[in-house]
């Protein structure tokens, strides 16, 4: 089974300064997807970034990328020019490529982020 | 504004009282998803709909039964439910169920039993 570790439940950052939150995973599979959800005290899971293991490019979305290192199987978060918004719970998933469990995300206990002015 | 709709927001009840929780979209997604999340725990998959069909029940108890009437609703049939079954539920669709398209998440519903 796979599991996905992020070891920092805590996380604090200044307003316009970056930020990276880590993310390791197990799997002995070779095709699978990651991807970081942000969750804001308003509940809802909204997905952040999201990269193919089959690809050797790091994934960006404007303010945030990330460091994919598929032999090490670390998977961080980075946040650039941080925003009082990007304050939230950031869940690191990992997906199987596996057609018998595809549909299952496995999280990662999360990191809560707080942003300072 | 999220595109999958979960109502009600928040659910007080009682241990013999039935209630459903309802979830709906409208993407034209045919894959759907029940989550429940315990306070500082990530989501925990519950079922899975694929086509309207069940694919998936992470074993979860009879007390909790899911129904697919249509490809854009979801319901989650709560009956004789404990206090441990308090927690944010939370429903999610994707256009299939292949691992390269991504969940979109509703706010869920804040469950509280009594």
């Known amino acids: 089974a796979q599991t996905v570790t992020q070891s920092q439940p805590e996380m604090s950052v200044q307003e316009a300064e970056t930020v990276t939150l880590s993310c390791t995973y197990d799997t002995s599979e070779s095709d699978y997807y990651l991807f970081w959800y942000k969750q804001p005290p308003s509940r809802q899971m909204i997905l952040v970034i999201r990269?193919?293991?089959?690809?050797?490019q790091n994934a960006t979305e404007n303010r945030f990328s990330v460091n994919f290192q598929k032999a090490a199987k670390s998977f961080s978060l980075k946040i650039s020019d941080s925003q009082l918004g990007d304050a939230a719970m950031y869940f690191c998933?990992?997906?199987?490529?596996?057609?018998?469990?595809?549909?299952?995300?496995?999280f990662g206990t999360g990191t809560r982020l707080q942003v300072t002015l | 504004d999220t595109e999958v709709t979960q109502t009600p927001k928040h659910l007080v009840m009682g241990m013999t009282n039935k209630k459903s929780l309802k979830c709906e979209q409208h993407m034209g997604h045919r894959a759907m998803y029940w989550y429940k999340q315990k306070a500082k725990k990530p989501p925990e998959l519950m079922f899975v709909?694929?086509?309207?069909?069940?694919?998936i029940n992470e074993s979860v108890p009879s007390r909790f039964s899911p129904e697919c009437p249509n490809s854009s609703l979801l319901n989650l049939h709560l009956h004789a439910l404990q206090p441990e079954d308090s927690a944010l539920y939370l429903c999610?669709?994707?256009?299939?169920?292949?691992?390269?398209?991504?969940?979109?998440f509703g706010d869920g519903t804040r469950l509280s039993i009594l």
């Open positions: 999610a669709s994707s256009q299939g169920a292949r691992v390269n398209q991504p969940q979109h």
């Open positions: 990269q193919e293991a089959y690809k050797q």
């Open positions: 709909y694929s086509y309207e069909k069940l694919s």
């Open positions: 998933a990992y997906r199987s490529e596996n057609t018998g469990t595809a549909s299952k995300l496995t």
